[in-house]
């Protein structure tokens, strides 16, 4: 009876030590991969959206190259080497609240594209237009 329970130990950890090392995988299909489609056309990000996809609606001064963020109710301007953003401009820091542009955006800091607008509208914009009105979406 010994002799039948150690054979029968030794067989159950011979056969777990023989089949820990083989294994049998059977191949399957490979999962298809997900493509998103591409992007619609669209205007740059700095570009009007006229609601295509904005988020943000600023009012940009070409003169003072400022932006007011309507939403939040903040400033972006360049002062001392690098933009800030503010409740309220600095002292020595005027705009023309009659002049300006109304841009809408995906971003929420629109000097990322600063140079792309002011290529668009660069300061004295409105002195080629004629004076006294902002301009809604370009």
């Given amino acids: 009876m010994k002799q039948i329970i150690h054979l029968s130990i030794l067989f159950i950890i011979g056969f777990s030590i023989g089949m ?22 669209g205007p ?8 295509y996809r904005a ?3 600023y009012y940009y ?4 190259r400022i ?15 690098g933009w800030h953003a503010s409740v309220s401009l600095p002292a020595g820091i ?10 809408e955006m995906d971003v929420d800091k629109p000097y ?9 509208y660069p300061p004295g914009y409105f002195k080629r237009r004629g004076k006294g009105s ?3 979406r370009d």
Avoid at 20 to 41: F, H, Q, W
Avoid at 61 to 64: N, Q
Avoid at 67 to 81: E, N, V
């Fill in 67 to 81: 932006y007011f963020d309507i939403g939040r109710g903040l400033y972006f301007y360049f002062y001392g080497g």
């Fill in 134 to 136: 902002h301009k809604e």
């Fill in 55 to 57: 988020k943000y609606r």
């Fill in 112 to 120: 990322v594209f600063h140079s792309d607008v002011e290529k668009r």
């Fill in 94 to 103: 005027y705009i023309d609240a009659r002049e300006y542009i109304v841009l």
């Fill in 20 to 41: 820990s090392g083989c294994s049998l995988r059977i191949a399957s299909p490979p999962e298809p991969v997900y493509t998103p489609p591409p992007p619609e056309p």
């Fill in 44 to 51: 740059p990000p700095w570009a009007p959206a006229h609601g």
């Fill in 61 to 64: 001064y070409p003169e003072s």
